[in-house]
């Protein structure tokens, strides 16, 4: 069972933990990280780009010059795609982007990546993450005391205020919490900085 040491605030260590082998200390299946991380980012495409066709242009309905005789290509319209200000040849237009994946491949992924997070001992447990009042300065301090000043995230046991007000103007911080955890934020962050409850919850709920 993989186990990792407690911080205060303060960045002083005040205990271990023991984190469920079934959620923190699996083998990390890249293929099934792979396949969320692109499901997650496809479902994020607002997919609204669009461009027009030759046959909807405004203009080039008459033949620009007669077919032959001129010395010229022959052309039939002003607006087909080797002129300029012509169509797009196969023009983007909106659509979809979103599928689904299943559940369990869903939640193998998450187990992966909080196993691999263990594993390079980028995962930092804090016994409790709170904020008496919005600091951000308080809360660059207790990120550079726990050894997570470059792009973590924080994960707390439910929606905290506080934390989230005192970290939004830290660049590359980003805050969740527990029931919200996905794969893309975690492979994205450098060190996961997780409340002790949160760990409780995460356990509970993924387990």
């Given at each position: 069972m993989p186990k990792t040491n407690v911080y205060d605030m303060t960045g002083k260590q005040v205990g271990e933990i023991e984190l469920s082998e079934a959620i923190f200390g699996i083998e990390p299946n890249q293929s099934v990280v792979h396949d969320v991380v692109k499901n997650h980012l496809a479902n994020c495409r607002q997919g609204t780009q669009s461009a027009l066709t030759r046959a909807e242009v405004r203009g080039g309905g008459i033949k620009p010059w007669r077919q032959k005789g001129t010395g010229r290509a022959r052309q039939g319209s002003i607006r087909?795609?080797?002129?300029?200000?012509?169509?797009?040849?196969?023009?983007p237009k909106p659509r979809d982007y979103s599928y689904t994946l299943n559940k369990k491949v869903k939640r193998l992924a998450l187990k992966s990546v909080l196993s691999a997070k263990v594993a390079s001992g980028d995962l930092i447990v804090v016994d409790e993450i709170k904020m008496d009042e919005v600091k951000t300065k308080s809360f660059k301090a207790f990120l550079d005391a726990v050894g997570?000043?470059?792009?973590?995230?924080?994960?707390?046991?439910?929606?905290?205020?506080?934390?989230i007000l005192s970290s939004r103007n830290i660049p590359g911080c980003t805050t969740t919490f527990a029931n919200l955890i996905n794969v893309y934020d975690i492979v994205n962050c450098n060190k996961l900085v997780v409340d002790k409850a949160a760990v409780a919850k995460i356990e509970e709920v993924f387990a």
């Open positions: 087909a795609p080797q002129w300029t200000h012509g169509g797009v040849v196969f023009a997570a000043s470059k792009k973590p995230m924080v994960v707390t046991p439910e929606v905290n205020q506080n934390v």
